[in-house]
């Protein structure tokens, strides 16, 4: 069966320190993958994607950026973080375009 | 006007009860309508998928409505167990890029 792990879970960063988000996928080949961020009280909103290794899509601007070195391995990363990068990230899977989507457990970034 | 809308509640039901959330979207070309399940400070959880001739899933049905362009979930039988907050999303053709609601908050009391 499909896993899907991301860490850290938990991090409280300074503000203009840097950000390292990793999330892996086992037990599937070529998967899209995606990083969301949910902020308190809003929806989730599609940061970056990804349909396969070096292929990556930026849906908003932002001092975040993401990469895909290997198949099943998706990183978020910034140089410097900002109070507004605080909240909830998620690294997702998908298959086809049935739409469904399979979330690893998240990390809470805290910015201070 | 935002692209998927839904109440953010909280709905407040004692158990037992029967439940309906709506969720409104804008894109009329929108082709894929699914309702996540989110429990606090945890991972959305697909819960199920919308297909235009509705569908029920045990105590879970959701329509999908094209003309005004509306889904729905309608839970029966409340259970404590349901409280979470229900996201609605939609998406559109080609690469799945889906769209999520900010989420209904439901509360199931004894």
């Known amino acids: 069966s499909q896993t899907i792990h991301q860490w850290p879970a938990t991090l409280v960063q300074p503000v203009g320190s840097p950000l390292s988000l990793e999330c892996t996928v086992e037990?599937?080949?070529?998967?899209?993958l995606y990083w969301y961020r949910q902020a308190a009280g809003r929806g989730l909103q599609l940061l970056f994607y990804?349909?396969?290794?070096?292929?990556i899509s930026s849906e908003v601007p932002q001092n975040l950026s993401a990469s895909r070195p290997q198949d099943r391995q998706f990183i978020l990363s910034s140089k410097k973080l900002l109070l507004s990068d605080s909240g909830f990230y998620l690294c997702?899977?998908?298959?086809?375009?049935?739409?469904?989507?399979?979330f690893g457990e998240g990390s809470r970034l805290t910015v201070l | 006007r935002k692209e998927v809308e839904q109440d953010p509640g909280p709905f407040n039901v004692p158990e037992g009860a029967t439940v309906a959330f709506n969720c409104t979207y804008s894109?009329?070309?929108?082709?894929?309508f699914f309702w996540y399940r989110q429990d606090c400070r945890k991972e959305p959880k697909l819960l199920m998928s919308v297909y235009s001739s509705g569908n029920e899933d045990g105590r879970f049905t959701a329509q999908l409505n094209r003309a005004s362009q509306y889904i729905s979930l309608l839970i029966r039988d409340s259970k404590l167990s349901d409280s979470a907050t229900y996201l609605c999303?939609?998406?559109?053709?080609?690469?799945?890029?889906?769209?999520f609601g900010t989420g209904t908050r439901l509360l199931v009391s004894p």
């Open positions: 894109n009329s070309a929108s082709q894929s």
């Open positions: 997702a899977w998908s298959l086809d375009l049935t739409g469904e989507l399979f």
């Open positions: 990804s349909v396969g290794i070096g292929q």
């Open positions: 999303v939609v998406g559109g053709t080609g690469f799945q890029k889906l769209v």
């Open positions: 037990g599937t080949s070529n998967p899209n």
